[in-house]
């Protein structure tokens, strides 16, 4: 029994799938199997009795090389059962990446370390491989920040072109974008070259590599020391030296948008994997820039569409101050007063807008007052004033069911209200009051002092600081009043 198992413990020794060596522990080899000389390139009795080093050079246990892993000076007494990734020495002098497993074994009574040692060349390709798509993911990702944090195309195709360098095994990286208006490829962005010379180039959608790339919509490779290269900027190659060139083209939506070319001083491989992701990084600069184009269109039909309102606005106060004679001019200088004052006293930015619709309607109610009353040429009667003071809610009935004019009702409905309560229609007090509306009151009573009226001559401006600073605590709020003569 003893003698079949020692003769399958040796079957099991020379059959074995990785190689094995057994160490003394004084670092002799004493025994290898077959998959031993098969990996090394030695004869077993070339190996036995020869150091550890033989295999291992003591400059690889060291780690000489970033990836290769420190190995101790006598690498049987490491703790067993701990792996070991470090490369090993072939016959012929090659290299080999290796795997070891040590053991502690007894035999014929002598402690010996039992070292699996397994080639991973392809197990090492395949990390270093996993590293670089981790690399590319966190390229992408920091791609998508930049398209989601800016508007601003140049930043976005900035961020595109560092990790082209980053993760490409690439000198120089440049992207064009094609003016649908000339037909011509426009430099928006570089990086890596040591001069000028992209900028400066005239480029043609069609011609050349390039055009090649955007007609045939797929990435294309071309060695620039051939002389049957179709690479219509030779001023380029002359100033900055590059052999081998690769261009994608950058794609949205079935439209081509522009390209994405890298540059190398050196000769490169077409075919190694890293360049598929070239593919990708114009992908993802592609989506940017139409993200920040579709932005701008979309920013420039807001705007177009808040041009259009106010210019509506802006005609339906002249259509009132065509109604009533006295106020012409009213509205714009109050305007003016208004988003002053509102910018003295820091009202919020994005509320100025509405301060300025406000101000333009503030009076569109009056639309509705009878001419009897809106048009009399001396003073109102108490009946006329209770008309009168309808304007304001009949302003705000007016504009409530228009979305847009909505957060301007603060103004029209609350301009005739008075810090202290006595004004109308609500008789609203103190902070009660929309500060918008606070703030217009105090502009509107300074533009009215300095209008001529029908039953009065247009005041001074020192007559009209005094009255505003009479009604501060009154009818005007006193910090607008302050904020208000500052101003003035």
Not at 148 to 154: K, Y
Not at 176 to 204: C, K, N, S, W, Y
Not at 263 to 287: H, T, V
């Amino acid at each position: 029994m003893a003698e079949l198992s020692s003769t399958l413990l040796k079957e099991i020794f020379e059959t074995a799938p990785d190689a094995i060596v057994l160490v003394d522990m004084g670092g002799q080899i004493v025994a290898v199997n077959r998959q031993t000389e098969v990996l090394f390139g030695w004869e077993r009795d070339k190996l036995q009795g020869q150091p550890v080093e033989f295999l291992i050079p003591v400059r690889f246990q060291e780690g000489h090389a970033q990836k290769r892993a420190t190995y101790s000076e006598q690498p049987v007494i490491r703790p067993m059962g701990q792996p070991l990734s470090l490369y090993a020495q072939r016959a012929d002098g090659t290299e080999v990446p290796v795997d070891i497993m040590l053991s502690p074994v007894l035999m014929d009574g002598r402690s010996l370390v039992m070292a699996v040692v397994r080639d991973a060349t392809r197990s090492r390709a395949m990390l270093v491989r996993i590293e670089e798509q981790v690399e590319q993911l966190t390229g992408l990702r920091e791609i998508d920040q930049a398209i989601a944090s800016t508007f601003d195309h140049r930043i976005t195709i900035g961020v595109v072109l560092d990790q082209t360098l980053r993760l490409l095994p690439v000198d120089a990286a440049a992207v064009h974008l094609v003016d649908p208006q000339t037909l011509r490829l426009q430099f928006a962005g570089g990086r890596g070259f040591r001069t000028r010379a992209i900028e400066r180039a005239e480029l043609r959608v069609g011609l050349g590599v390039i055009g090649r790339s955007l007609r045939e919509r797929r990435v294309l490779w071309a060695d620039l020391t051939d002389a049957e290269t179709l690479f219509v900027r030779q001023d380029l190659l002359r100033e900055e030296g590059f052999r081998c060139y690769c261009c994608a083209p950058l794609i949205i939506k079935g439209q081509v948008i522009g390209a994405l070319e890298v540059f190398s001083r050196q000769q490169l491989d077409p075919y190694d994997d890293r360049f598929k992701f070239l593919e990708s990084l114009a992908g993802q600069a592609a989506i940017g820039i139409d993200a920040v184009r579709t932005f701008t269109e979309l920013q420039c039909v807001a705007d177009e569409l808040s041009y259009a309102y106010d210019a509506t606005l802006e005609g339906w106060a002249s259509a009132l101050e065509l109604r009533d004679e006295e106020t012409t001019g009213h509205c714009l200088r109050v305007v003016d007063h208004s988003v002053k004052l509102a910018a003295q006293a820091g009202l919020p930015k994005e509320q100025m807008v509405h301060l300025r619709r406000g101000a333009l309607l503030h009076d569109i109610g009056k639309m509705a007052i009878p001419d009897a009353v809106l048009l009399k040429p001396g003073l109102l009667t108490e009946e006329e004033w209770v008309v009168m003071r309808r304007h304001s809610e009949y302003g705000y009935s007016f504009i409530k069911g228009i979305t847009f004019l909505q957060p301007a009702a603060d103004v029209i409905y609350c301009h005739h209200e008075h810090w202290d309560g006595s004004g109308y229609p609500r008789g609203l007090k103190a902070e009660e009051i929309p500060l918008m509306a606070r703030i217009f009151a105090v502009s509107d009573v300074w533009d009215a002092l300095l209008s001529d009226r029908p039953y009065r001559r247009a005041w001074s401006e020192d007559q009209a600081r005094d009255h505003i600073r009479s009604q501060s605590g009154k009818y005007l709020d006193p910090r607008m009043v302050d904020a208000f003569l500052t101003l003035v």
